[in-house]
């Protein structure tokens, strides 16, 4: 299938444990993130969004943070599972951007 | 899983032939966006589409044409394509709107064209 990437960072953990990864973004105006899981040979698939007006959100198993002081977002995946393993992308925007920028992204590899 | 078919799926081409991806959505979403996916450079956004004839460019949009004549079609073209453009292509859709039209993305499974 189609490869993501050969130099992502790499996050590494065993099955049942939580996973934090993270995404530092660029524009302070951005008022809109998302997060995507992208499977091997697969497209990018949302998992979650939060708009600047919070600052954390929850849904099934995940969690997404949003520190807009140091421009920060995370997701939080609890007990994670194989199926997770995947790459992570984080994705901006803002009224005056008007698309989404996407960061380079993470693999998460979980092993049994 | 949102309706969205790339067309070809993969794809094996000569520097200068002209090369046409396809993405055909099911769901009538208004906007449709051409990315494509290289090591180390994430998702970047060549052209998109607010609607029927209605397109603009992206980041990355140099050697790239788009063209949109009905709501579910949305063609990438490469008019000469060169070994620059080997890729990964992904077609995407949204129909909400965020700012100047990006909400969530369904994207399809993606075209991989290598061009020798």
């Known amino acids: 299938g189609e490869s993501v990437g050969l130099h992502l960072p790499t996050l590494s953990v065993q099955e049942g444990d939580n996973s934090i990864i993270n995404c530092a973004y660029s524009n302070s105006a951005s008022d809109y993130f998302i997060w995507y899981k992208q499977e091997s040979g697969k497209g990018p698939q949302f998992i979650i969004d939060i708009r600047s007006n919070m600052d954390k959100r929850q849904g099934q198993r995940v969690t997404v943070l949003l520190n807009k002081t140091v421009k920060h977002l995370s997701l939080q995946i609890a007990a994670t599972q194989p199926g997770d393993s995947a790459v992570y992308f984080c994705?901006?925007?803002?009224?005056?951007?008007?698309?989404?920028?996407f960061g380079k992204g993470t693999k998460l590899s979980v092993k049994p | 899983d949102a309706g969205i078919t790339q067309s070809p799926r993969h794809k094996v081409t000569e520097t200068g032939t002209p090369v046409t991806l396809r993405c055909h959505q099911t769901e009538n979403h208004r906007y449709m966006y051409w990315y494509r996916q290289d090591p180390g450079h994430g998702l970047r956004l060549i052209h998109y589409?607010?609607?029927?004839?209605?397109?603009d460019k992206g980041e990355v949009s140099d050697g790239y044409s788009v063209s949109r004549s009905k709501t579910e079609d949305f063609l990438l073209t490469l008019e000469s394509a060169t070994s620059s453009q080997t890729s990964v292509y992904f077609c995407a859709i949204s129909d909400r709107t965020s700012g100047r039209g990006t909400g969530e993305l369904f994207f399809g499974e993606g075209s991989r064209l290598t061009v020798l």
């Open positions: 589409s607010y609607g029927v004839k209605d397109t």
């Open positions: 994705a901006e925007n803002s009224r005056s951007q008007g698309n989404l920028i």
